[in-house]
């Protein structure tokens, strides 16, 4: 680099820090802005409310158990393979919205379809 343009980078940056210590006069016409108050009305608790957000889209996940695998077992898996989870046949499922247990419950079939019955909520910030 030419030291002639780091002289020059020099001198723009002072000027620069020098501009910012001095006080800025505004212009004869200038006002200071002035923000109005947006406070609006307290939030509806009417059922109107609700329906804002009943076409909201959630991530739904229903979790039957887990197990950790190396590698090697993952590649060898096929048809017919059958992998072991941490539960037992019969205890609850985790059920999860947007990655957070709300729920757990019992798996049932019903019309030949797996589905899930609640049979507890989870309070507070659930289970990881």
């Known amino acids: 680099m030419d030291p002639n343009d780091i002289e020059f980078l020099l001198n723009q940056a002072q000027a ?13 016409d200038a006002s200071l802005f002035q923000l109005r108050d947006f406070g609006g009305a307290p939030a509806s608790t009417n059922k109107t409310t609700i329906d804002l957000v009943r076409d909201v889209e959630l991530d739904v996940k229903i979790e039957l158990g887990r197990t950790h695998m190396h590698l090697e ?11 072991a989870l941490d539960k037992l046949a019969g205890d609850p499922v985790d059920i999860y919205v947007n ?5 757990r419950g019992e798996v049932l079939v019903l019309n030949d379809n797996f ?5 507890e909520l989870i309070v507070g910030d659930g289970i990881e």
Do not use: F, Y
């Not at 820090?17 to 800025?24: I, R, V």
């Not at 990655?99 to 729920?103: D, F, H, L, V």
């Not at 589905?115 to 049979?119: F, L, N, P, S, T």
């Open 16 to 28: 620069a820090l020098a501009s910012l210590e001095s006080p800025t006069e505004m212009a004869p």
């Open 73 to 83: 077992e993952v590649l060898k898996m096929n048809k017919g393979s059958v992998v």
């Open 115 to 119: 589905c899930v019955r609640i049979a």
């Open 99 to 103: 990655g957070r247990m709300i729920a």
